[in-house]
Structure formats: structure tokens, C-alpha cells
């Protein structure tokens, strides 16, 4: 395993000085706490604080997304482990401008416990604090509420983010979050690990011919694992675990994600979207808005994504307002 | 080497079908050449036609980049191959609207033959076409004239764009390209190759423990191999070889690109602008603009490049101009 480092243990504190040090324009460390990412431009006050946040190694989100339309602060964990309470307080704390703040994150237990923790801890402060957990992964269990959140997250953020900038109150942002994490699912597929820095040692171990369907993003065990197949059979394995999932009619619309998760190549990923066009044609879904490109990694891990978001009209008008991020920018 | 594809023999029209589907807004495919992708949007007649163009494997470069304020057509050769003439002048045709087209590539053998060859067919045609070759990888010759380009040509492409978009003449356009080319220097460091579908081959070996500076993005030989470097040593010899070529002063205005190839992470590219930034501040050198993620690879080539542009006013003024691509969007 090669990777571009100094040290194992400062990767995190030497990536989020030079992401910081690349867009002064868009986000600043809080001296309080260097784990504390937050927008570095003034808002609208009473505009609803969007927090999102997780471990690192999943860039370009969390950190990446911090800008006008998307989110307003990011607590940034060590790779692949939850951020600890305090970061998260400092941000809460940072992007509140009196209409609140609504934390977003994949439901992971480190997640839900630490950024519990600091809404009380900011409650106590006299912030009003909401929560929406993405459980976007079909494969990672039966129940919604039950599941992980993996790549749709991003169009949870997005919707979020967007509704928040329209001025709407906490309340509507929160509801407009929630139908937003009800209509996206997710299934992934893995080729290849990721390697921990400070350990060298792979995230999961596949064989050289081998695939495994619905693998986590921090290497969580999936649901099939088998010969690798072509991209057209793999697309058509995901779509039919969504499709039973979120079932969709002639006549609906969608937003589609095609997410690399590190060293995926756009070539495939667009190989990739050519089938789900096809599929969805078939089907009579029109496709609303696309993305393809990695957007929720795992370092370098060899595979990628399908989401689908079924949209109504607002979901839609979310989708489509404008962003600028340092990573994610739509005109 | 495991991909997410159907045929190999397929791989650059799929990814070409799997695009313009993607992106219906911004691209399609010519009927006349299905390796000819030019801009589905209506454009000031009389614009200056923007033509990038080369081999496959370098998404998001070339076609990706089409779009306002950037490029208007791409002809698309296979992987590390350049395009023949005839898509050339196909998107040649489709993009002039009366102004003149300026083509823009890496300086390669056959890039520099297919492209002169359309440019002959075109002006038969009554086209009149200008050529800017892009040179800024210091590695590959002492002759700035000699140079291949690399990832640097994304700021030329940029720069170009935005002239065009602002209404300038063929002849000012060109003047434009030929000072940021001029102006642009690359180095880059390779830390393992990429697999061409068709043959399963890497593109290159290098040892578990080595890295290689200067070696070219479709695997040509580079200036120096050795044990592999920390990030920070790796930007000083990168950044040391590109100011020896671009000399700058107290401050002078530079745009960076640190650019990944493929394979290496955001995180990395982040440690290494950070060590960029900490240089350029020692120098008393401004960074007016940064750009940091993977836009030129080679597939899933793990290493990094870095770019910088001298900037005065009028390339400042085109480096910061809009721009709105399926891949590069900038408010």
C-alpha cells in the first residue's frame, strides 16, 4: 500500500489544514477546535444551520460539501470513526444564527451516540437542535429505519441544504429532510479495499475474480458475494434490490447517482449509467437529474453505487437549486 | 485487474452512450460519428468553436469538460490513443458557427498528426482553424516546444473557454491559449499503473516501495525513480523542478492544480496542497485560485500532479470566469 502521507496518525489534521488552506473562500478550521469545519461566509440570519458529519476518508463528503446551498459545518471524525461530541458542539455553536440547526449523518451507532451528545450538550446552550439520519443502504438491513446511510446521503444533504437556503424553519427543513431520506435508496458493490494509513492492512479482503454485492463503506459485510460480473448484469442485480425496495411506476421521476468509491474509474461509472438509462427507459422512469462521479468514497476502495431518489415536485425544485461547494458546485 | 465493464472492445463507446445520457443538457453524439460528442446547447453565433480532444482514459478530460464557458466538442480517440480525423472535423463542422475554431491537445505525435490533418480537411471546407498545443509537462524535454501536455492543459482549455465565451476573435483566443500555455508548468509523480481493459497489462511496473517523478500519464519513462517519498518531500521536488522552469517572485499571482490520476485520494491531494501552500508562502507567492481533485488520469493510475499557472490580469480574469460542464462547474 502507497499512499501520498507524512505521518499515519496526522493524515486527518494535515488533509483539513490543506483542504482549508485551498478554499479560505469557502470554509475556516474554528481555532477552538481543529476538528471544527465550518463556512467561512456569512449567511442570512435565522437561516437553518446544516451539520453533516462522519469519519474521514470519504472525501469528498463531509468536509466537501460545506458552502451556499449545501451545509454549513462539519465535525470531522478520524478515518472511518465517528467525530467526537465536542467538535460537533463547537460547530453547532459556529453556524447557529437563531433559526437552529439540523444535524444529518449516516446512521452508524459512534454517529448517533456522539452527535446525540452534543445536542444536548448545545441544547443546554439554548440551541434548538433536529436530527435526520440517512439509511439509504437497502443491503445492510430489512427495516429502513434499521439501515446504514452510504452514497444517497448526498441527495439528503442536497435537499436539506437547499430547503435550508430558501429560508424555510427548522420544522420544514427537517420534514423536507425526512421525505428526502424516505425517497432515496442505495446498493453498492465492492471490487477492491481501501488500506488504513496508520495500519497498512486492507478494509476487507475480496479474491481477485470476486465481487461482493451490498458491502459497507467502512467494509461491512454485504449480501452476495460472488464472481465478478459485467457491468450491464451488475447494474441490473442493483436496480432489482431498489426497484423491490421503492418501488416505481411508469410516469415517476427520479434523480439518479452513479457513485465511484475511490479508484473507479468515470469510464466505468459511465458504463455503468448507460445500462440504468436503458433499465429505467424500460421501465418509462424518467431520469430528472443525474450524477455520476465520487462523491461518497472510501478512500481508495474499487467499486460504486446506484442511488435513486424518487421525486415529487418540491423534492424535485431541492434537486435542482443552485450549490457551491469546493467539491460540489451546481450552476 | 478487475473493471466494472461489458467488452473491452466496447469500453469507449459505452462510456460515450453512458455520458450523453447522463447529460443530455450540456452533450450529445453526432448521428454522422458516434466518437464525435459536441455541445447540445445553442451558442452565440460567431462564438469561437472550442475542440479538445486525445485519447480515452482521461475522464473527466476531454469530453467532460464540455460545456459554457469551456469547450464546445470533443472527437474522442481510444484509450491513450488520439482521436482520427475524421471525428475531428465531424465536431469541427458541428461547433463552427462562423468564428473559427481553435483546437487545443496534448502535445503527442499522433494527436499533433490527426489534428493537423483535420485542421487541412476543415479549411477545404472553408473553416478556418487555429492551433494551440498544450507543453507544460517540465518532465518530458528541456524544449518548452518539445513538451507533452499534462494536466496542466486544463487551464489552457479554462482559459481559452472563458475568452470565447466573452465574445474574443479566433486570433484573440489564440493569443490567449498561447500565453497560458506559456505560462503553465506540470510535474508529476506516478506510484502505480493503470490496466488497459483490452489487455489486463499495466501501463507501467514499479516496485511495492517506489515511486517515479516525472512519468507520463500514459506511462512514459519520468526523470527519476526511487523509494517511495512523504507527501511533503514529494511537493518539494515536484514544486522545486516546476519554479527552476517558472521562475517566481514576492508577490506574483499563481492558480494550482493539484491533480489526482486516478487511484489516489482526495485526502491525499489535500496533504499535498498543503505543503504547496506552506512553499508558495515561504516564497511570498499569492495562490489566487486552487483546484484539487482528479481532472486528467489515467484511469485508476495511483499518483498526483501539480500545476501551476503565472497569472496576470487577463489570465486571472479567465481562470476566475464562470463555468458550467457536466464535470467542472464553477459559479
Known amino acids: 500500500m502507497k499512499k501520498l502521507i507524512n505521518q499515519p496518525d496526522n493524515v486527518v489534521d494535515e488533509m483539513i489544514e490543506g483542504y482549508a488552506a485551498a478554499y479560505p473562500g469557502y470554509v475556516k478550521v474554528l481555532p477552538s477546535n481543529n476538528r471544527a469545519v465550518v463556512r467561512s461566509f456569512e449567511v442570512r440570519p435565522g437561516k437553518v444551520g446544516i451539520v453533516i458529519g462522519g469519519g474521514s ?47 444529518m449523518y449516516g446512521n452508524y451507532m459512534g454517529d448517533c451516540m456522539n452527535f446525540d451528545m452534543a445536542a444536548e450538550l448545545a441544547a443546554m446552550e439554548g440551541i434548538r437542535v433536529e436530527t435526520v ?36 424553519s427548522l420544522d420544514e ?32 479482503v475480496l479474491g481477485e475474480d470476486e465481487m461482493e454485492i451490498g458491502l459497507g463503506i467502512h467494509g461491512e459485510p454485504g449480501v452476495e458475494r460472488g464472481k465478478i460480473r459485467t457491468a450491464d448484469e451488475t447494474v441490473d442485480v442493483l436496480l432489482d ?33 448507460r445500462r440504468v438509462k436503458a433499465h429505467l427507459d424500460e421501465l418509462g422512469v424518467n431520469i430528472h437529474r443525474s450524477y455520476v462521479g465520487s462523491y461518497v468514497t472510501s478512500m481508495e476502495m474499487g467499486g460504486c453505487s446506484l442511488s435513486l431518489m424518487k421525486l415529487d415536485d418540491e423534492l424535485a425544485e431541492m434537486i435542482d437549486a443552485p450549490a457551491d461547494t469546493p467539491t460540489f458546485v451546481q450552476a
Request: glycine share 12%; net charge positive; proline share 8%.
Open 173 to 204: 427543513v427537517v420534514r423536507v429532510a425526512r421525505k428526502a431520506n424516505d425517497a432515496v435508496r442505495t446498493m453498492g458493490v465492492a471490487l477492491s479495499p481501501c488500506y488504513i494509513p496508520q495500519t497498512g492492512k486492507p478494509s476487507f
Open 133 to 168: 439520519r440517512v439509511t439509504d443502504d437497502v443491503a445492510s438491513a430489512p427495516e429502513p429505519a434499521d439501515r446504514r446511510g452510504i452514497a444517497g446521503g448526498f441527495f439528503v444533504y442536497k435537499t436539506a441544504g437547499a430547503a435550508a437556503e430558501r429560508g424555510y
Open 57 to 103: 476518508g470519504h472525501e469528498p463528503t463531509f468536509m466537501g460539501l460545506i458552502g451556499k446551498g449545501m451545509v454549513d459545518g462539519v465535525p470531522v471524525g478520524n478515518i472511518f470513526a465517528a467525530p467526537p461530541p465536542n467538535p460537533i458542539l463547537e460547530v453547532t455553536k459556529a453556524v447557529n444564527t437563531g433559526g437552529g440547526v439540523l444535524y
Open 241 to 273: 434490490r431498489i426497484l423491490s425496495d421503492l418501488p416505481l411506476a411508469r410516469g415517476d421521476r427520479v434523480a439518479v447517482l452513479v457513485n465511484g468509491l475511490g479508484s473507479t474509474t468515470l469510464m466505468e461509472m459511465y458504463i455503468m449509467f
